[in-house]
């Protein structure tokens, strides 16, 4: 069975400050690993994907993500956050990309 | 183009009551997947249909059932409501079964 585990149920920081969400997941066979942003009283905006290739992925609004298989980690950069990235963020894997399972999410707070 | 689109957007039930939820996907999307997020936590899989037949289903209690139509749009049906139904329901579409998926906003139900 897969499983995902977000570190931290919550994350504060300042704005322009670096940051890192952290995800592990188990899993006995290859999975597909996503990134979602909730914003309040939004549906899930997928953030970035693993699928197959480059382990590092990248975002078009400045966030990365590595896949470390030896680690079974999927961590979430961004070197430098904006009051805008205020939200929730959601870690995922799938062997089938529409049968997601979910962490319990990290709210990310910037503070001025 | 529109994205995935979900109707309503809150609603109100009393326990007991049934209650149906509709989604339409995104055009030429052919696979609609149903996720329940109670507040504070992550998203959890309902159901995926792909070109209308159930091809996956969560820990969800016969009470849940849907159906996906012609046109590909779906509906997720909640007989008996319970007070623990109350949750941000999500609705998902992906080209095929093994492509990303990309979320509506969700219906908000509360069972009171």
């Known amino acids: 069975a897969q499983s995902v585990t977000q570190l931290d149920s919550q994350v504060p920081v300042f704005e322009e400050a670096p940051v890192e969400l952290r995800c592990n997941y188990s899993?006995?066979?290859?999975?597909?690993l996503f990134w979602y942003v909730q914003y309040p009283n939004q549906g899930l905006q997928l953030l970035l994907k693993y699928l197959s290739g480059s382990t590092l992925v990248e975002s078009i609004n400045g966030f990365e993500a590595e896949f470390n298989k030896s680690q079974t980690s999927f961590h979430l950069r961004k070197p430098s956050v904006h009051i805008s990235d205020t939200a929730e963020y959601f870690c995922a894997v799938s062997f089938e990309a529409q049968k997601l399972v979910f962490g319990q999410g990290t709210r990310l707070t910037i503070n001025p | 183009d529109a994205g995935v689109t979900q109707s309503p957007t809150h609603l109100i039930k009393t326990r007991g009551q049934q209650v149906t939820l509709r989604c339409s996907p995104i055009?030429?999307?052919?696979?609609v997947s149903w996720y329940q997020q109670v507040l504070g936590q992550g998203p959890q899989f309902i159901f995926q249909?792909?070109?209308?037949?159930?091809?996956g289903r969560g820990n969800f209690p016969d009470r849940f059932s849907a159906r996906q139509f012609p046109n590909y749009s779906s509906e997720l049906n909640v007989n008996a409501l319970l007070l623990g139904d109350s949750a941000l329901y999500l609705c998902?579409?992906?080209?095929?079964?093994?492509?990303?998926?990309?979320f509506g906003q969700g219906t908000r139900l509360t069972v009171v």
């Open positions: 998902a579409s992906s080209f095929s079964s093994n492509t990303e998926a990309f």
């Open positions: 249909y792909y070109e209308k037949e159930e091809r």
């Open positions: 055009s030429g999307h052919k696979s």
């Open positions: 899993s006995s066979v290859s999975v597909y």
